[in-house]
């Protein structure tokens, strides 16, 4: 009889869910067109997107939610806003479903790259543009039209719906997770948590670990000199680029293959660059660039470190110059969520039911939320079905997906022994 009771609200969520297309357009007209950015990239913060994302809560019927404030005097109101929302379900308190995602977004990059106004969305079939569309305004849209049909059902699913919008995810997440987990650890270990902020274009994939992170800063001081007389001076961006060059050993370095991994090797790539000299004829004395390194569990970060900083002295040694290291951010990998805890099994049997597909535990590169759950021992999948287009410009979210997934999370809401 509870299986049956189960099983026409679960339907009946189903049908509101699929005839939400209009109201998911509706939400990413309004969340979209609200830049929020942290202030290391340039921003006020998430709270003006907080305030819209609220109100599209208490419209989607959310009648329990609470903003956590993490203290950050750089933002324009001085902290940072998390958010949890919750519907109760049949026995309210005794099981609950997480779905998390992150408010904040990346800056769009070079403009003329996108083919629209990446701060307003453009709707083309399936397809809806603009910059956070996909990372993670797909989570986002996803909990409102879920939380929305469970409301408007009527129905009681056997799990309470919980969500949780963190601040501050693209930039390191101590104002996001990390204060969350610190002052007010809402999760319990029987809770499932899924985290809809990476994945497959058909949802195959569970991802239950990931590498361990390490952003580094590199500062070259040489000597500035006219470019026509370089033996007077010490050409910081020549020691730059190569000890850029230098650092491609790492991969032999560090070269063990895990196919639980996509990549399945460490990788450790320059990225971003700080602009030198304003002028073609100057040599610069001074050269700042990045790494972006995920490196596999099996190595320790300071073993990475202390390779890293062997190549930058023979750079010091060889050419004259001072290096300054800096390690902008350095996130050891936790434990893996096992295959075998209740969110992966749970998650595998709803996209089985639902897509008759089987959904194989994988592990990744890039670092996301679930790794501050991890290492508290709190199982948690990031899953979602995305083309990934994420950081990228013309970046895009297909509404179907936010259709389709918010259907496998209502079935874990109704089903999830």
Same mark, same amino acid.
């Given at each position: 009889?509870e299986?049956k009771m189960?099983?026409?609200?679960?339907?009946r969520?189903?049908k509101?869910?699929?005839? #939400?297309?209009d !109201?998911a357009?509706?939400?990413?007209?309004r969340?979209i067109?609200?830049?929020?950015?942290?202030?290391e990239?340039?921003? %006020?913060?998430?709270?003006?997107k907080a305030?819209?994302?609220i109100?599209?809560l208490?419209?989607?019927?959310f009648?329990?939610?609470v903003?956590h404030e993490?203290?950050d005097?750089?933002?324009q109101?001085?902290?940072?806003p998390n958010?949890i929302?919750?519907i109760?379900? %049949?026995?309210?308190?005794?099981?609950?479903l997480?779905?998390?995602?992150?408010?904040?977004?990346?800056p769009?990059?070079d403009r003329?790259?996108w083919h629209?106004?990446?701060?307003?969305?453009?709707?083309?079939?399936?397809?809806?543009?603009?910059?956070? $569309? /996909?990372?993670?305004? +797909?989570g986002?849209?996803?909990?409102?039209?879920?939380g929305?049909?469970? %409301?408007?059902s009527g +129905?009681?699913p056997e #799990?309470d719906l919980c969500? =949780?919008?963190?601040?501050?995810e693209e930039?390191g997440?101590?104002?996001?997770i990390? &204060?969350?987990?610190?002052?007010h650890?809402?999760f319990?270990?029987e809770?499932?948590?899924v985290?809809?902020?990476?994945?497959e274009s058909?949802?195959?994939?569970?991802?239950?670990a /990931?590498?361990?992170?390490?952003w580094t800063?590199?500062?070259i +001081?040489g000597e500035?000199t006219?470019?026509?007389?370089?033996?007077r001076g010490k050409?910081a961006? !020549?020691?730059?680029a190569?000890?850029?060059?230098?650092?491609?050993?790492? &991969?032999?370095?560090f070269?063990?293959v895990?196919? =639980?991994?996509d990549?399945?090797v460490?990788?450790?790539?320059?990225?971003?660059k700080e602009?030198?000299?304003p002028n073609i004829? $100057?040599?610069?004395?001074e050269?700042i660039? !990045?790494?972006?390194?995920r490196?596999l569990p099996c !190595?320790? =970060?300071d073993?990475? @470190?202390?390779?890293m900083?062997k &190549?930058?002295?023979?750079i010091?040694?060889?050419?004259?110059v001072k290096v300054n290291?800096?390690y902008?951010?350095?996130?050891?990998?936790?434990?893996?969520?096992?295959?075998?805890? +209740?969110?992966?099994?749970? =998650?595998?049997k709803?996209?089985?039911e639902l897509r008759k597909i089987?959904?194989k535990?994988?592990?990744?590169?890039?670092? $996301?939320?679930?790794a501050?759950?991890?290492k508290?021992?709190?199982?948690c999948?990031?899953w979602?079905?995305?083309?990934?287009?994420?950081h990228g410009p013309?970046? &895009?979210? @297909?509404? #179907?997906?936010v259709?389709?997934?918010?259907k496998?999370?209502a079935y874990?809401?109704?089903f999830n022994?």
């Amino acid at each position: 009889m509870e299986f049956k009771m189960n099983k026409e609200g679960f339907e009946r969520v189903v049908k509101l869910i699929e005839g #939400s297309r209009d !109201y998911a357009i509706h939400v990413l007209g309004r969340i979209i067109p609200v830049p929020a950015l942290s202030p290391e990239n340039g921003g %006020k913060g998430e709270w003006e997107k907080a305030e819209v994302l609220i109100e599209l809560l208490k419209g989607a019927g959310f009648e329990d939610i609470v903003v956590h404030e993490s203290p950050d005097k750089r933002t324009q109101r001085g902290t940072r806003p998390n958010i949890i929302a919750m519907i109760g379900g %049949k026995k309210r308190g005794e099981k609950r479903l997480w779905i998390m995602s992150h408010i904040d977004v990346v800056p769009p990059g070079d403009r003329e790259k996108w083919h629209s106004d990446p701060w307003n969305i453009k709707v083309d079939g399936d397809r809806v543009y603009g910059r956070g $569309t /996909e990372d993670n305004g +797909q989570g986002i849209v996803t909990s409102l039209v879920l939380g929305r049909a469970i %409301k408007s059902s009527g +129905q009681k699913p056997e #799990s309470d719906l919980c969500l =949780l919008f963190v601040a501050d995810e693209e930039t390191g997440s101590e104002h996001g997770i990390q &204060y969350i987990m610190k002052n007010h650890r809402p999760f319990r270990k029987e809770d499932i948590v899924v985290i809809p902020d990476a994945g497959e274009s058909d949802g195959r994939t569970i991802e239950i670990a /990931e590498k361990s992170i390490l952003w580094t800063k590199i500062t070259i +001081q040489g000597e500035q000199t006219h470019a026509s007389t370089p033996q007077r001076g010490k050409n910081a961006h !020549y020691a730059g680029a190569k000890l850029i060059v230098m650092m491609r050993k790492l &991969y032999e370095d560090f070269g063990v293959v895990n196919n =639980l991994f996509d990549p399945p090797v460490s990788t450790f790539e320059p990225t971003k660059k700080e602009a030198n000299v304003p002028n073609i004829n $100057t040599i610069p004395g001074e050269d700042i660039f !990045y790494f972006d390194s995920r490196i596999l569990p099996c !190595y320790k =970060l300071d073993e990475v @470190k202390g390779v890293m900083e062997k &190549y930058i002295r023979e750079i010091e040694k060889e050419l004259g110059v001072k290096v300054n290291v800096e390690y902008v951010q350095e996130v050891a990998a936790p434990p893996a969520t096992s295959p075998d805890s +209740q969110v992966v099994k749970v =998650l595998q049997k709803a996209v089985s039911e639902l897509r008759k597909i089987e959904a194989k535990p994988i592990g990744i590169g890039g670092g $996301t939320v679930a790794a501050y759950l991890r290492k508290e021992d709190i199982p948690c999948a990031v899953w979602a079905t995305m083309d990934e287009t994420m950081h990228g410009p013309d970046e &895009y979210v @297909k509404i #179907s997906n936010v259709i389709e997934d918010a259907k496998v999370f209502a079935y874990m809401c109704f089903f999830n022994e």
